[in-house]
Protein backbone atom coordinates (compact mmCIF):
# COMPACT_ATOMS: atom_id res chain seq x y z
CA UNK A 1 0.00 0.00 0.00
CA UNK A 2 1.23 3.49 -0.95
CA UNK A 3 2.08 5.21 2.32
CA UNK A 4 1.52 8.50 0.82
CA UNK A 5 -1.92 7.99 1.41
CA UNK A 6 -1.51 8.82 5.03
CA UNK A 7 0.80 11.56 4.85
CA UNK A 8 0.40 14.88 5.81
CA UNK A 9 1.78 16.37 2.95
CA UNK A 10 4.23 19.14 3.98
CA UNK A 11 3.00 22.92 3.47
CA UNK A 12 -0.78 22.02 2.46
CA UNK A 13 -3.34 22.26 4.66
CA UNK A 14 -5.14 18.72 5.61
CA UNK A 15 -8.33 17.87 7.37
CA UNK A 16 -8.64 15.06 10.14
CA UNK A 17 -12.68 14.87 8.48
CA UNK A 18 -11.35 14.29 5.35
CA UNK A 19 -9.29 10.89 6.97
CA UNK A 20 -11.51 7.62 7.59
CA UNK A 21 -10.31 6.51 10.68
CA UNK A 22 -12.34 3.17 10.09
CA UNK A 23 -10.41 2.54 6.46
CA UNK A 24 -8.49 -0.78 6.37
CA UNK A 25 -7.13 -0.88 3.15
CA UNK A 26 -7.03 -4.43 1.23
CA UNK A 27 -7.42 -6.34 4.33
CA UNK A 28 -11.19 -7.33 5.00
CA UNK A 29 -10.30 -10.27 7.82
CA UNK A 30 -7.90 -10.16 11.11
CA UNK A 31 -6.12 -12.76 9.79
CA UNK A 32 -4.70 -11.36 6.86
CA UNK A 33 -3.37 -8.58 8.65
CA UNK A 34 -1.93 -10.66 10.95
CA UNK A 35 0.17 -12.62 8.64
CA UNK A 36 1.19 -9.29 6.47
CA UNK A 37 2.15 -7.75 9.78
CA UNK A 38 4.51 -10.68 10.81
CA UNK A 39 6.63 -10.63 7.62
CA UNK A 40 6.80 -7.03 8.52
CA UNK A 41 8.25 -7.45 11.84
CA UNK A 42 10.59 -9.58 10.21
CA UNK A 43 11.98 -7.41 7.94
CA UNK A 44 11.79 -4.56 10.33
CA UNK A 45 14.17 -6.84 12.85
CA UNK A 46 16.49 -7.10 9.82
CA UNK A 47 16.84 -3.71 9.50
CA UNK A 48 17.30 -3.01 12.72
CA UNK A 49 20.27 -5.30 13.04
CA UNK A 50 22.09 -3.10 10.10
CA UNK A 51 21.23 -0.44 12.06
CA UNK A 52 22.57 -1.36 15.47
CA UNK A 53 25.82 -2.73 13.38
CA UNK A 54 26.84 1.03 11.82
CA UNK A 55 26.28 2.40 14.37
CA UNK A 56 26.09 5.68 12.61
CA UNK A 57 21.96 6.61 12.66
CA UNK A 58 19.30 6.13 15.46
CA UNK A 59 15.41 6.33 14.53
CA UNK A 60 13.21 8.29 16.96
CA UNK A 61 9.19 7.13 16.49
CA UNK A 62 6.95 9.66 17.75
CA UNK A 63 3.10 7.91 18.55
CA UNK A 64 0.67 10.72 19.29
CA UNK A 65 -3.57 9.98 19.39
CA UNK A 66 -6.30 10.59 21.82
CA UNK A 67 -6.81 8.46 24.58
CA UNK A 68 -7.45 4.62 23.78
CA UNK A 69 -6.12 5.51 20.66
CA UNK A 70 -4.11 2.59 20.80
CA UNK A 71 -0.54 3.56 21.35
CA UNK A 72 0.63 0.97 23.88
CA UNK A 73 -0.70 -1.42 21.43
CA UNK A 74 1.91 -0.85 18.92
CA UNK A 75 4.49 -1.06 21.17
CA UNK A 76 3.57 -4.19 22.18
CA UNK A 77 2.31 -5.69 19.05
CA UNK A 78 4.34 -4.04 16.22
CA UNK A 79 7.64 -3.77 18.24
CA UNK A 80 7.31 -7.18 19.53
CA UNK A 81 9.84 -9.06 17.11
CA UNK A 82 12.42 -6.50 17.96
CA UNK A 83 15.91 -7.08 19.66
CA UNK A 84 15.28 -5.18 23.08
CA UNK A 85 18.66 -4.39 23.42
CA UNK A 86 18.23 -1.80 20.61
CA UNK A 87 15.13 -0.18 21.21
CA UNK A 88 14.00 1.91 24.27
CA UNK A 89 10.59 3.02 24.85
CA UNK A 90 9.12 5.81 27.06
CA UNK A 91 5.66 6.97 27.84
CA UNK A 92 5.46 10.53 28.78
CA UNK A 93 3.32 11.33 31.53
CA UNK A 94 2.20 14.73 32.87
CA UNK A 95 5.73 16.66 33.61
CA UNK A 96 7.28 16.49 37.27
CA UNK A 97 7.84 19.61 39.35
CA UNK A 98 11.70 19.14 38.30
CA UNK A 99 11.03 18.41 34.72
CA UNK A 100 8.81 22.05 34.77
CA UNK A 101 11.60 24.12 36.14
CA UNK A 102 13.04 23.21 32.27
CA UNK A 103 12.08 24.05 28.80
CA UNK A 104 9.74 21.46 27.51
CA UNK A 105 11.88 20.03 25.43
CA UNK A 106 14.43 19.09 28.15
CA UNK A 107 12.62 15.61 29.50
CA UNK A 108 12.84 14.45 26.03
CA UNK A 109 16.29 14.86 24.87
CA UNK A 110 17.49 12.98 28.20
CA UNK A 111 15.72 9.93 26.15
CA UNK A 112 16.80 10.64 22.59
CA UNK A 113 17.92 6.99 21.08
CA UNK A 114 21.63 6.57 20.79
CA UNK A 115 23.24 5.75 17.54
CA UNK A 116 22.43 2.36 16.53
CA UNK A 117 18.93 2.26 18.32
CA UNK A 118 15.44 2.77 18.02
CA UNK A 119 13.49 5.44 20.19
CA UNK A 120 9.68 5.10 20.60
CA UNK A 121 8.16 8.03 22.44
CA UNK A 122 4.53 7.37 23.49
CA UNK A 123 3.38 10.76 23.63
CA UNK A 124 5.91 13.10 23.47
CA UNK A 125 6.80 17.03 23.72
CA UNK A 126 3.57 17.51 21.11
CA UNK A 127 1.59 17.65 24.63
CA UNK A 128 2.98 20.55 24.81
CA UNK A 129 0.95 22.23 22.05
CA UNK A 130 -1.71 19.65 22.39
CA UNK A 131 -3.17 18.95 26.35
CA UNK A 132 -1.66 22.48 26.93
CA UNK A 133 -3.09 24.46 24.47
CA UNK A 134 -6.33 22.51 25.34
CA UNK A 135 -5.83 23.40 28.39
CA UNK A 136 -4.06 26.28 28.58
CA UNK A 137 -4.35 27.26 32.83
CA UNK A 138 -1.55 24.62 32.20
CA UNK A 139 0.84 27.63 31.14
CA UNK A 140 0.84 29.15 34.04
CA UNK A 141 3.01 25.84 36.11
CA UNK A 142 5.57 26.19 33.33
CA UNK A 143 6.42 29.90 34.61
CA UNK A 144 6.97 31.13 31.17
CA UNK A 145 7.78 34.50 30.64
CA UNK A 146 5.54 35.12 27.28
CA UNK A 147 2.75 32.34 27.22
CA UNK A 148 -0.40 34.21 25.88
CA UNK A 149 -1.79 34.79 22.14
CA UNK A 150 -2.04 32.95 19.15
CA UNK A 151 1.88 33.74 18.35
CA UNK A 152 2.87 32.06 21.00
CA UNK A 153 1.79 28.00 19.57
CA UNK A 154 3.70 29.44 15.96
CA UNK A 155 6.90 30.01 18.03
CA UNK A 156 6.02 26.39 19.73
CA UNK A 157 5.97 25.08 16.11
CA UNK A 158 8.61 26.83 14.95
CA UNK A 159 10.73 25.54 17.72
CA UNK A 160 9.66 21.69 17.39
CA UNK A 161 10.56 21.98 13.56
CA UNK A 162 13.78 23.66 14.30
CA UNK A 163 14.48 20.98 17.18
CA UNK A 164 13.46 18.42 14.96
CA UNK A 165 15.70 19.34 11.72
CA UNK A 166 18.59 19.52 14.11
CA UNK A 167 17.96 15.82 15.17
CA UNK A 168 17.92 14.49 11.61
CA UNK A 169 21.08 16.83 10.87
CA UNK A 170 22.50 14.56 13.49
CA UNK A 171 21.18 11.03 12.21
CA UNK A 172 18.34 10.86 13.96
CA UNK A 173 15.42 9.74 11.52
CA UNK A 174 11.88 11.45 12.67
CA UNK A 175 9.06 9.00 11.85
CA UNK A 176 5.77 10.73 13.51
CA UNK A 177 2.65 8.40 13.58
CA UNK A 178 -1.10 9.81 14.21
CA UNK A 179 -3.74 7.32 15.29
CA UNK A 180 -6.35 8.03 13.70
CA UNK A 181 -9.66 7.57 15.82
CA UNK A 182 -13.26 8.48 15.96
CA UNK A 183 -14.99 9.54 18.91
CA UNK A 184 -17.82 6.47 18.49
CA UNK A 185 -14.97 3.88 18.87
CA UNK A 186 -13.37 5.41 21.72
CA UNK A 187 -16.54 5.70 23.21
CA UNK A 188 -16.98 1.75 22.68
CA UNK A 189 -13.15 0.85 24.05
CA UNK A 190 -13.64 3.29 27.24
CA UNK A 191 -16.59 0.98 27.84
CA UNK A 192 -14.81 -2.09 27.28
CA UNK A 193 -12.19 -0.71 30.12
CA UNK A 194 -15.17 -0.72 32.25
CA UNK A 195 -17.16 -4.21 30.98
CA UNK A 196 -14.03 -6.23 30.76
CA UNK A 197 -12.18 -6.92 34.04
CA UNK A 198 -9.06 -7.98 32.18
CA UNK A 199 -8.82 -3.98 31.60
CA UNK A 200 -10.19 -2.39 34.35
CA UNK A 201 -6.75 -1.26 35.02
CA UNK A 202 -6.67 0.68 32.16
CA UNK A 203 -9.78 2.30 33.03
CA UNK A 204 -9.28 6.67 34.15
CA UNK A 205 -12.13 8.60 34.98
CA UNK A 206 -9.69 11.15 33.78
CA UNK A 207 -10.46 9.83 30.26
CA UNK A 208 -13.80 10.50 30.27
CA UNK A 209 -13.48 14.23 31.22
CA UNK A 210 -11.22 14.81 28.36
CA UNK A 211 -13.30 13.27 25.92
CA UNK A 212 -15.88 16.54 26.99
CA UNK A 213 -12.76 18.69 24.87
CA UNK A 214 -13.25 16.05 21.63
CA UNK A 215 -13.79 18.67 19.67
CA UNK A 216 -11.10 20.85 20.85
CA UNK A 217 -8.66 18.13 20.70
CA UNK A 218 -9.10 17.59 16.84
CA UNK A 219 -8.40 21.23 16.12
CA UNK A 220 -5.44 20.96 18.18
CA UNK A 221 -3.99 17.41 16.45
CA UNK A 222 -4.97 19.64 12.84
CA UNK A 223 -2.72 22.57 13.64
CA UNK A 224 0.16 20.31 14.99
CA UNK A 225 -0.18 18.25 11.85
CA UNK A 226 -0.15 21.08 9.34
CA UNK A 227 2.40 23.40 11.30
CA UNK A 228 4.93 20.55 12.04
CA UNK A 229 5.21 17.75 9.05
CA UNK A 230 7.88 18.90 7.21
CA UNK A 231 10.04 17.48 4.67
CA UNK A 232 12.60 16.12 7.22
CA UNK A 233 10.17 15.35 9.50
CA UNK A 234 6.50 13.78 8.44
CA UNK A 235 3.26 13.14 10.12
CA UNK A 236 1.50 10.38 8.99
CA UNK A 237 -2.40 10.17 9.47
CA UNK A 238 -2.77 5.86 10.87
CA UNK A 239 -6.43 4.84 10.83
CA UNK A 240 -7.30 3.29 13.93
CA UNK A 241 -10.39 2.39 14.65
CA UNK A 242 -9.69 -1.30 13.73
CA UNK A 243 -6.46 -2.41 15.49
Known sequence: MNHKRF????????????????????YEQ??????????????????????YAQDRHALLLILQGIDT?????????????LNPFGTQAYSFKAP??????HDYLWRSIRDLPERGRIGI?????YEEVLVVRVHPEMLKSRHLPHADGEHFWKHRFDEINGFEKYLVRNGIAVLKIFLNLSKGEQKRRLLARIDTPA????????????????????????????????????WYVIPADHK
Open 7 to 26: LVAPGRTMRLKDHDPSFTGK
Open 30 to 51: EDEAAEKLRKDIERLAKYQDLL
Open 69 to 81: AGKDGIIRHVMAG
Open 96 to 101: SAEELD
Open 121 to 125: FNRSY
Open 199 to 234: KNWKFSFADVTERRYWDDYMHAFESALNHTSTEWAP
